[in-house]
């Protein structure tokens, strides 16, 4: 049987270390462009060919994320890393954009591509596609159950799913809330998180939450079904978090590790301290997420979006200069603790005190004396949220190298021929010898345990002789630094082999370019009302996309398939005659060759991309209608999470609440996010942009880029609106 691979995240050289010796089978790592956690430390260039050496010595592989939208003018930058990448000997690629895929696919037929969660793929039609690109393996979106997985497994291309840590509201690829905002792209890894900020829910213009961060995530939390899990035959449990801290990979990686592997061995393992461990270190309050069809109104937390810790204990008392608290749990120094009053305060604790002695470490039951001064605090619990023990403990642990080799050796020494060793690892055989031969005959005979002595001296590497025998005649005399040097040489060679590994056998992307006659400039629409409809018709619009008039339709970015002629948001969807809508993330010409070549009619450009962006594509020498939203209100987030169904204390989704109601969420600053409902496809959330796009102005400067298609969205504009806006098109 094939055991799951274990994925933990890396940010820098240090936690790459601690992942794998905690003993994660793969880390995933960015280095410092073309990542999606910019914020994180991330890898120079010397450190990504650093940490592949390592990993590779220890048989873990690494995967590297170059999972961010590539502009046209970074092309030739990333081609370049692209090369550096696989000239280091780079396991596999993490890509979400279409063009990068197309560009390696089509350039390094042996590199390993995994799709990144953030194309949004959840359906089989996604992934036969992917396969038939020469996809590996595919990073399913968030918001596939473990029932569809079951069903994905023998697709024959490798599923890769999130089994811990943070949630995106927004469905992966699809958030454009934070450049919205201010310009700080979630495809571009620069994420704001404004799902974390706080929102008043309103139905027809009536307040029915306060304000709270009504689209906070709670965090993944799956140690209990690891047996389903496995069973489903997920290729690789994937943890999150490239920027958490060091403390948090150690106990995450460990804790599911021994889960793992108590499973193969057909052992219980007992998840109560494991899950204790994993909250002190970063929780969210945790949930089961949609892979187990976690409650609806279980998967945010609108409370606290910060790390909560877990509770010890309760301030029973409060003097002008110390707080008293009773613990409920084990108290050190060094610890961080928080407490959880209307104004929060947090501390390291210094010092401590029991019946006026200073101690460091206090127990379940003991009242304590803290010498801080701090608001009132009396009766508020308290939190701990940073543990010197785990720190401690991480701190030491690598230290040391739990990760070893074993290796079978003979060692070879006879008169008049040259001294050999030489090792296997049962992958690998090499042997080295020295240049002279031994003719120096040996005073006293050495016995084996000699020899075996002097080469096991291998602390400094992840090696050791499991097996060694001594091939001598008993006559010839090798000095010890000669068999050092032997030594040495042959740990050499022997990383030297094991660290080149053979890129396996694989075609290249075969797919023939399509021509297209370039139609003349164009104008379309999606409208959300019979009277957007008509009017849109009235004004000679022919196509118009729309899901209210046919169930044949559907728009949902969520959607697990569409009809033909229907605008499309991922490669999941994709049919006869479709249109990739601003969702497919097009920036750079590969990604519009790509689709072109799918077969793809229309291909619409991400809302994110420059006019000066637009005109490196040349467009003009590309036989593909290329397509620009150039107004309206268009989505910035879709949720498989029900905020209305929660606002209402439902537990689950489906309460029809919706029907008849209008919906918004007003930030702090007052803006007006509009939320579209789908109560027939799941009842996902839709977030609207409370901003317009206006680039009618700019119809002709885009015409001359090469613009041939205009997108006009329609979402909650009266009748005379729609006029006007098209009037102005007309003029």
Request: glycine share 4%; with cysteine; proline share 2%.
């Amino acid at each position: 049987m094939q055991k799951v691979e274990l994925l933990a995240p890396a940010g820098d050289i240090e936690t790459l270390r601690v992942a794998i010796l905690a003993g994660a089978d793969a880390v995933y790592i960015a280095g410092k462009n073309f990542g999606a956690r910019q914020f994180a430390p991330n890898f120079t260039d010397e450190e990504l060919a650093e940490a592949v050496i390592y990993a590779h010595q220890r048989k873990a592989k690494v995967y590297v994320t170059v999972n961010t939208i590539v502009y046209e003018s970074e092309f030739l930058m990333v081609q370049s890393y692209i090369n550096y990448l696989y000239k280091i000997k780079v396991d596999a690629l993490i890509i979400q954009d279409l063009g990068l895929l197309y560009y390696v696919r089509s350039n390094f037929p042996d590199f390993e591509v995994h799709a990144s969660t953030q194309m949004n793929i959840f359906n089989e039609a996604g992934l036969k596609l992917l396969k038939a690109l020469g996809v590996k393996r595919v990073v399913l979106a968030r918001e596939v159950s473990l029932d569809e997985i079951s069903k994905f497994t023998d697709q024959g291309i490798e599923i890769e799913t999130f089994v811990h840590g943070a949630i995106c509201f927004c469905a992966s690829g699809n958030c454009l809330l934070s450049y919205s905002i201010g310009k700080r792209s979630g495809n571009r890894g620069m994420c704001a998180q404004p799902c974390r900020k706080k929102y008043t829910l309103f139905e027809n213009n009536r307040a029915l939450t306060k304000k709270e961060s009504l689209m906070s995530m709670k965090d993944l939390l799956t140690i209990d079904n690891i047996d389903e899990l496995i069973d489903a035959k997920i290729t690789s449990f994937k943890i999150e978090g490239r920027m958490k801290s060091k403390e948090y990979v150690y106990v995450a990686v460990r804790s599911y590790r021994l889960a793992i592997d108590a499973y193969y061995k057909g052992l219980a393992f007992d998840t109560i301290d494991a899950k204790k461990q994993m909250a002190l270190t970063f929780n969210r309050t945790f949930t089961k997420g949609y892979i187990k069809n976690d409650t609806n109104d279980n998967l945010t937390n609108w409370h606290d979006v910060n790390h909560q810790g877990t509770l010890i204990g309760k301030v029973v008392g409060q003097k002008k200069d110390y707080i008293e608290i009773l613990l409920t749990d084990n108290l050190m120094v060094g610890d961080a603790i928080r407490i959880k009053a209307k104004d929060e305060v947090g501390f390291y604790v210094q010092k401590m005190y029991l019946d006026q002695n200073a101690i460091k470490k206090a127990y379940q039951g003991m009242k304590i004396a803290i010498f801080i001064k701090l608001p009132p605090v009396i009766n508020h619990l308290v939190y701990l949220t940073k543990s010197y023990a785990i720190s401690d403990e991480v701190k030491n642990y690598v230290r040391e190298e739990h990760i070893k080799i074993p290796l079978y050796g003979v060692l070879t020494l006879k008169l008049n021929q040259k001294p050999t060793l030489a090792i296997n690892d049962r992958q690998h055989f090499i042997q080295v010898e020295l240049e002279t031969k031994l003719t120096n005959l040996i005073n006293k005979p050495q016995n084996d345990a000699f020899y075996i002595q002097k080469l096991n001296k291998l602390k400094d590497t992840v090696y050791y002789f499991d097996k060694l025998v001594i091939d001598s005649d008993q006559k010839a005399f090798i000095s010890l630094k000669d068999l050092n040097q032997l030594r040495r040489m042959a740990i050499d060679k022997i990383t030297t082999t094991r660290l080149n590994n053979i890129k396996k056998e694989a075609k290249l992307l075969d797919l023939p370019p399509k021509s297209f006659i370039k139609d003349s400039p164009s104008f379309e629409a999606i409208v959300h009302t019979k009277d957007q409809y008509e009017v849109c018709k009235s004004f000679g619009i022919n196509t118009i996309y729309t899901d209210f008039l046919s169930k044949q339709v559907n728009l949902s970015r969520l959607a697990k398939a569409s009809s033909p002629n229907a605008l499309v948001h991922n490669l999941g969807q994709l049919n006869v005659d479709v249109s990739a809508s601003p969702y497919f993330n097009i920036v750079n010409s590969y990604a519009i060759n790509l689709l072109k070549n799918l077969n793809v009619k229309k291909i619409y450009l991400s809302p994110e991309i420059t006019e000066a962006e637009i005109k490196l594509l040349n467009l003009p020498r590309i036989s593909a209608n290329v397509g620009l939203n150039i107004y309206g209100k268009t989505d910035v987030m879709i949720s498989k999470h029900c905020i209305i169904a929660k606002a209402k204390k439902y537990t689950n989704k489906s309460c029809g609440e919706c029907l008849g109601n209008k919906y918004s969420l007003k930030d702090e600053y007052e803006n007006d996010y509009q939320i579209f409902t789908e109560p027939s496809d799941g009842c996902n959330n839709r977030i609207i942009d409370y901003k317009k796009v206006d680039l009618i102005p700019k119809i002709d400067d885009l015409i001359k880029l090469g613009v041939n298609l205009f997108l006009l969205t329609f979402t909650d504009e009266k009748k005379d609106e729609v006029i006007k806006v098209l009037s102005k098109i007309k003029r």
